[in-house]
Nanobody, 123 residues
Framework: QVQLVESGGGVVRAGDSLTLSCSVS????????MGWLRQAPGKDREFVAN???????YYADAVKGRFTISRDVDKNLIYLQMSNLKPEDTATYYC?????????????????WGQGTQVTVSS
């Protein structure tokens, strides 16, 4: 059974940096594509970043150049390094397994979600 546990969220100011972590159990990251997605209040969940099992990364345009997804396959951890944070980055951030071959940018590609970690960016 796959379990995902996110951590690292918090309240920061615009321009600050924050790193989120996702502990993965039940799957090997060396063979599992993983993603970070987020959901702001009143909005649909949206794609943020993906790391393919081969290590190739993908980003939403809104975060490209500011966020970096990475992994530690030995520790089975996924990270999301966020810099130059903006108020519009405020959301609950989730890590998830890319389980369906629909496309890395499609929210419906992801299954098995963590409980989420809240990121709040004040202006």
């Amino acid at each position: 059974q796959v379990q995902l546990v996110e951590s690292g969220g918090g309240v920061v100011r615009a321009g600050d940096s924050l790193t989120l972590s996702c502990s993965v159990s039940g799957r090997r990251l060396s063979s599992t594509p993983m993603g970070w997605l987020r959901q702001a209040p009143g909005k649909d969940r949206e794609f943020v970043a993906n790391i393919h099992w081969r290590g190739v990364t993908y980003y939403a345009d809104a975060v490209k150049g500011r966020f970096t997804i990475s992994r530690d396959v030995d520790k089975n951890l996924i990270y999301l390094q966020m810099s130059n944070l903006k108020p519009e980055d405020t959301a609950t951030y989730y890590c998830a397994v890319e389980a369906r071959p629909i496309g890395v940018y499609a929210v419906s590609s992801y299954d098995v979600w963590g409980q989420g970690t809240q990121v709040t960016v004040s202006s």
